[in-house]
């Protein structure tokens, strides 16, 4: 059985390295549960994210890589158990010129130009907390957001705060800013999805990460990664 992949380019989650293989913690998660379940062949599809809930929807490949689960997206596809829980964060030049530390933050500051990937849910948390239209630089791939950042186009890229500590952590000229958040707030949580047609891959799949999320490989896979324990306890509930 082969099954078809759909991913995006944005670290440490999945991207393509220069000898074109394609790697990530997702990527790898994807490999190790599709392995067990029986698939003996992955076919990756590299594509811009707001092709991927069309894509696997019209049956162009068999399921995407996370993505953060929101009730607007479930209506369209169908979510795999939870595989991480993040919070947001900002990535910004070495320094933090305009002390942005939040979304309200941007807002506060008419100067202050904001980058998000187009179809990603940091747009609308932006608007909801008052960042203007105005403000707001769409890009269509987080490469282009970042080469925006550092030619000083935008003053902040908006992503996963795990994303932005691994990007941060790679170039010397930038840092991270993890949002704020309250105590008693769950992070958002990021799930496969599949076509609502597709529900014997679905089952599976669900059935594998019952099994592995939180056992001592995945946790040392996705430790390479960047990922701490932190954004896999806040799932390992919703697996089981």
């Known amino acids: 059985m082969k099954v078809r992949i759909a991913y995006i380019?944005?670290?440490?989650?999945?991207?393509?390295r220069e000898d074109h293989s394609v790697t990530g913690a997702d990527i790898e998660l994807a490999e190790v549960v599709l392995r067990a379940?029986?698939?003996?062949?992955i076919e990756h599809h590299l594509?811009?994210?707001?092709?991927?809930?069309?894509?696997?929807q019209e049956g162009r490949w068999d399921m995407n890589v996370p993505i953060f689960v929101t009730p607007g997206r479930a209506e369209r596809v169908a979510f795999s158990a939870p595989v991480w829980a993040i919070g947001?964060?900002?990535?910004?030049?070495?320094?933090?010129?305009?002390a942005l530390t939040s979304y309200a933050a941007v807002a506060?500051?008419?100067?202050?130009?904001?980058?998000?990937?187009?179809?990603?849910?940091?747009?609308?948390?932006?608007?909801?907390?008052?960042?203007?239209?105005?403000?707001?630089?769409?890009?269509?791939?987080?490469?282009?957001?970042v080469a925006a950042l550092l030619d000083g186009k935008i003053d902040a890229y908006a992503s996963t705060a795990?994303?932005?500590?691994?990007?941060?952590?790679?170039?010397?000229?930038?840092?991270?800013?993890?949002?704020?958040?309250?105590?008693e707030r769950r992070a958002p949580v990021g799930a496969f999805s599949f076509s609502k047609s597709n529900q014997r891959l679905l089952r599976a799949v669900n059935a594998q990460l019952g099994q592995y999320l939180g056992s001592a490989?995945?946790?040392?896979?996705?430790?390479?990664?960047?990922?701490?324990?932190?954004?896999?306890?806040?799932?390992?509930?919703g697996a089981r």
């Open 9 to 16: 380019d944005e670290p440490p989650f999945y991207w393509t």
């Open 37 to 41: 379940i029986g698939v003996s062949g």
């Open 47 to 56: 594509i811009a994210f707001d092709e991927l809930l069309p894509g696997v």
């Open 88 to 98: 947001d964060g900002f990535l910004l030049q070495r320094g933090n010129p305009k």
């Open 108 to 145: 506060a500051r008419g100067d202050a130009r904001l980058g998000l990937v187009a179809g990603q849910v940091q747009i609308d948390s932006a608007r909801s907390a008052g960042v203007g239209d105005s403000q707001i630089v769409v890009f269509k791939n987080q490469p282009d957001a």
């Open 162 to 183: 795990v994303g932005n500590r691994v990007l941060a952590g790679a170039n010397a000229e930038l840092e991270a800013v993890a949002h704020p958040r309250a105590n």
């Open 217 to 237: 490989d995945h946790r040392a896979r996705m430790a390479r990664y960047g990922l701490t324990e932190t954004e896999i306890d806040g799932v390992i509930g």
